[in-house]
């Protein structure tokens, strides 16, 4: 059974930093691209950022590039993103997602979520 | 940036009827990259269509896709009553991969 936990949400400032965990199991994860999506409170999906399967190759929303870092440790069935710079606009539940092997964004199964929330 | 704009935003329906949504781009989406999910209150989405039509694993024969380039539905032949949530569609053919703003199905 696929499962994806992720951690490390929680209240920061405005300007600090946060970094997301999401550890994976059920599969090959060294094998498949994956994704973090947010969604803000009562408001719709946002996709984040996406790494291939090896990790060599990363993309980003444009509201996050340049202050945001996706990362995978693939010995470790582990999925990252580091936050820095954050705003208020950055509070919502960040999803971790497995997409497919080779395509960034097709996401077949979800975690259940870590709610970031950033206010002074 | 691809934009995604999906209507209506919301429906009204009864269990038994056919719904269709509409998920339009504002530039062609390469390869029919467009997929839909479903996402109940509470709850992580779902994926239901990927490459405009084909059904994800374990997705019932009540939902399907269709379209192409910028022009694209997604019907469900007959609501149940699991059915009523919010509907997403989202582009994967081009970074940044981009999602629809959502349409609510919920119960008349």
């Known amino acids: 059974e696929v499962q994806l936990l992720e951690s490390g949400g929680g209240l920061v400032q405005p300007g600090g930093s946060l970094r997301l965990s999401c550890v994976a199991s059920?599969?090959?994860?060294?094998?498949?691209?994956m994704s973090w999506v947010r969604q803000a409170p009562g408001k719709g999906l946002e996709w984040v950022s996406g790494i291939s399967h090896s990790g060599t190759t990363t993309y980003y929303a444009d509201s996050v590039k340049g202050r945001f870092t996706i990362s995978r440790d693939n010995s470790k069935n582990s999925l990252y993103l580091q936050m820095n710079s954050l705003r208020v606009e950055d509070t919502a539940v960040y999803y971790c997602?497995?997409?497919?092997?080779?395509?960034?964004?097709?996401?077949?199964?979800w975690g259940q979520g870590t709610l970031v929330t950033v206010s002074s | 940036e691809i934009v995604l704009t999906q209507s209506p935003g919301t429906l009204s329906l009864s269990p038994g009827e056919r719904v269709t949504f509409s998920c339009r781009a504002s530039?062609?989406?390469?390869?029919?990259?467009l997929s839909w999910y479903q996402q109940k209150v509470g709850q992580a989405p779902r994926l239901l269509i990927y490459?405009?039509?084909t059904r994800a694993t374990g997705i019932p024969g009540r939902f399907s896709g269709s379209g192409s380039g910028t022009d694209f539905t997604f019907t469900i032949s007959r609501v149940e009553p699991e059915d009523f949530a919010v509907y997403y569609c989202q582009q994967y053919g081009s970074s940044p991969y981009t999602f629809g703003q959502g349409t609510k199905l919920e119960i008349k």
């Open positions: 530039q062609s989406v390469g390869s029919n990259y």
């Open positions: 059920g599969f090959s994860f060294g094998a498949y691209a």
């Open positions: 997602a497995k997409d497919a092997p080779v395509i960034v964004a097709l996401s077949d199964y």
């Open positions: 490459g405009a039509s």
